[in-house]
């Protein structure tokens, strides 16, 4: 009687075991696939800007002729910045820093042309440009919102990587610490404005 009742504990604690394993698996995958999708997102809200440059490129070409060394600044970020993708489960540090650094030089392009824009009234004026750069900017306000969005899942998922049991096992779903998205170097120093 005494090995029957030996056997059935082990039985339903290794039952327990392996559902509570099982769960703990599930959850990590869980995480991974939201960090993932927002992920995803970011990607799409980068995407949207890089759509939209072609057009803004050509609306400027047309009143600023002699500012071409300025559009074709932009034009070649905007290969660099769409040629530099990450695969969301593999990402890296690095992998992110040279992503974010091909945006960013992208958007300091971009800074660069609605300088530029500034010499040209009529360009200004030009209907099509002022929706093109209402657009832009929305956009880059998705980016904004996507990015902590982003940053927000990681948190979740690495604060629980970072737990025990959890710590043990993610290596076993394939579930690693991802990187945050980080302020620009130097962004948090204000700018002079000398008048």
Request: charged share 25%; aromatic share 8%.
């Given at each position: ?8 504990t082990?039985v339903?604690l290794s039952l ?8 703990a698996?599930n959850?990590?995958?869980t995480m991974d696939e ?5 992920w995803?997102q ?17 609306t400027?070409?047309g009143?600023?002729e002699?500012?071409?060394e300025?559009?074709t600044a ?7 910045a ?19 650094a091909a945006q960013?030089?992208?958007s300091s392009?971009?800074s660069?042309?609605?300088v530029v824009?500034?010499?040209y009234p009529d360009?200004?004026?030009n209907?099509?440009f ?9 956009t880059e306000?998705?980016i904004?919102?996507?990015r902590?969005k982003?940053?927000?899942e990681v948190?979740?998922l690495n604060t629980?990587?970072?737990?025990i049991?959890?710590?043990m096992i993610k290596?076993m779903?394939?579930?690693?610490i991802r990187?945050?998205f980080?302020?620009?170097?130097g962004s948090?120093?204000a700018?002079?404005v000398?008048?």
């Amino acid at each position: 009687m005494k090995k029957w009742i030996v056997i059935i504990t082990v039985v339903v604690l290794s039952l327990i075991g392996a559902f509570w394993l099982t769960g703990a698996y599930n959850e990590l995958v869980t995480m991974d696939e939201a960090v993932n999708e927002k992920w995803a997102q970011v990607e799409n809200v980068y995407q949207r800007r890089a759509d939209l440059i072609p057009n803004l490129v050509a609306t400027v070409k047309g009143y600023a002729e002699h500012e071409q060394e300025t559009l074709t600044a932009v034009v070649e970020a905007r290969a660099k910045a769409t040629n530099t993708t990450i695969d969301a489960g593999n990402m890296t540090a690095e992998q992110l820093q040279q992503f974010q650094a091909a945006q960013d030089g992208l958007s300091s392009a971009l800074s660069r042309l609605m300088v530029v824009v500034e010499k040209y009234p009529d360009l200004k004026a030009n209907e099509n440009f002022r929706d093109l750069q209402a657009q832009l900017e929305g956009t880059e306000n998705r980016i904004t919102v996507e990015r902590m969005k982003f940053n927000e899942e990681v948190k979740v998922l690495n604060t629980k990587l970072r737990r025990i049991p959890y710590n043990m096992i993610k290596g076993m779903a394939g579930v690693d610490i991802r990187p945050y998205f980080e302020a620009q170097e130097g962004s948090e120093t204000a700018p002079k404005v000398e008048f």
